[in-house]
């Protein structure tokens, strides 16, 4: 059979480059907590996935297939995810057939063995109609069997992180730490916690909805664990308390060095309000002659991912307020309220 005889599903895994189309389906469904469903995807392909090293915070692309107005699933959209131009290719195809495209974390990936697995924990959101977005209706009513694309590292190809470019947790030389984010970061808080080392110390803030989103975290480090569960008060009331109380004003309790900046504004309806700092080799940071000059040279990190506006405003109390140097900070708008991702 010549390549060009080969299925859409072939055609997608192909790749030569970083990023790679992994077709697969859905093996488990577990409701692990009252907004959380998480979803095992399994497939021979995804013994191809992954990048060298720690997955910490590693986000993918997910192609959920298209329905017809009578509920009749169409196959995946065929696209060739070794061409660099994968996205644009992607968009260039018909709206009604090429599915809709969500970000989201791997929470665990167990790639290695005779049955390859990854993890990816879905929130299953709703407005007050109880309408959702396409990946929580998804995720919602997912059974084993149903099939996705997912887009992610090219094992082969990945030798780093910064190969694949979809880890942000860089905490460079620091070992006291801030992770503060909402429901859609838990995934990425709770897998980077588990592969933290002991002597790592700080503070993990997870704003969830409700106390039966609260789930079992393990982590060797020193890290403490705060779950904050909003039991209908608005989004983010909590997290920015906390944070405010982890990360007092000058002269608090946190021995960090401040250095006051105004960040510059984000409009988080026109933009996307994504500021991380470089990845930096920590030989290369210990080696340093100005210890204090580069991003992940300092003793301090924080990552902060959740709602756009949310985060904007942890930004604003952080860099300006409190001082931090904004290189040691990575601020992750999730996803934005009132607005579709894509
Ligand atoms: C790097 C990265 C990693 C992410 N990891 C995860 C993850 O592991 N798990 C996860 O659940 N999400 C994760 N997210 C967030 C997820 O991509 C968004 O929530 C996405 O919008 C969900 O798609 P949807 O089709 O359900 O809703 P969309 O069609 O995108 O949005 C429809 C409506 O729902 C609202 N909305 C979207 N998300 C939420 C929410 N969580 N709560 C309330 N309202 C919402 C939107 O504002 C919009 O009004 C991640 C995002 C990024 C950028």
Known sequence: MSPADRAPAARRTRAAGAVMCFDVE??????????????????????????????????????????????????????????PRWYQDWLQLDPSVRGAMRTYTVRAARCSGPEPEIDVDFVLHFDADGVGGPASSWAAEAQPGDRVAIIGPNAANCVTAEAYGGIEWRPGLARHVLLAGDETAVPAITAILEQLPADVTGYALLEVPDPADIQPVRTASGVGVRWLPREGRPHGTLLEGAVRTAVALPGGALPLPRTGQEPEEVDVDQTILWETPQRLDPEVLKSSANPHAPAGALPFYAWIAGEAAVVRGLRRYLVRDAGIDRKQVAFMGYWREGRAEG
Do not use: Y
């Not at 907004?35 to 192609?63: H, M, P, W, Y």
């Open 26 to 83: 859905v093996r488990r469904v577990s409701r692990i907590g009252a907004n959380f469903q998480r979803i095992t995807f399994a497939g021979s392909c995804l013994a191809e996935f992954g990048v060298q090293g720690r997955t910490d915070d590693l986000r993918i692309k997910i192609v959920l297939p298209s329905r017809t107005p009578d509920g009749r699933v169409l196959p995946l959209p065929d696209f060739d995810c070794a061409d």
